[in-house]
């Protein structure tokens, strides 16, 4: 099998390199293919491994339809919500931040700070350490992967509504959660079942004609053996003839 092939391969070139004096301390981490060799005794795993190498073209395709999503939403989010996340609130007499920053609004929709106290001003890096933000293209590609990943994606959400308000930023994310995560993405477990379901039913066809070889040689063994105890019967009885005309005595 390819496996086997791999690891003698690697196991070949690391031998040939420690005779020749070569560092191959890094390359040794190669032999955690070496487990692979088990594959090829497992019909099961057969199974799964060849799945996910038929899958790999498929899923290609989903992961271009993922990324132009995530591109869509990106260029989207740009227009909706570059700047508005670097807004939180300052103490008035000293100009300190919040002991727990996050965005808020001098209007009166979304979060709004203690009049009394605090103002809200930009100079705040932003959630997540700037990371979680819509200003340029790779951070709003970055924060439509994390919502797509449905990994934190509330806290995005929520610090959007602190911003700019709640009235229509949830119609943005949860489109985004239907079309990118429970749409797009369970196109890839779609696609792994549908690869799985073909490479077993080629399996079991593999041992069905497997078992039929099997019975063919067996009966033509059978037809083979038979044949040579007829043909031994035959000759037998021309022997015993012969036998008994050479024993029958002269007068």
Known sequence: MLSDFIANIFSFVFKELDLKGFDVKALRAFRVLRP???VSR???LQVVLNSIVRAMVPLLHIALLV??????Y????????????HKTCYKRDSGEMME???PCNSEEKGFNCDNATYECRKGWIGPNNGITNFDNFGFAMLTVFQCIT??????VLYNIN????NE??????ISLIIIGSFFVLNLVLGVLSGEFSKEREKAKARGDFQKLREKQQLEEDLRGYLDWITQAEDIDPENEDDGEEGATPRH
């Open 100 to 102: 727990e920053p996050h």
């Open 74 to 85: 990106a260029i989207i989010g740009l227009e909706l919500f570059s700047g508005t996340l």
């Open 162 to 165: 602190d911003a700019v308000g």
């Open 168 to 173: 229509w930023p949830w119609t943005y994310f």
């Open 150 to 155: 449905m990994e934190g994606w509330t806290n």
């Open 36 to 38: 692979l060799r088990l």
């Open 67 to 72: 990324i132009f999503v995530i591109i869509i």
């Open 42 to 44: 497992a019909p099961s």
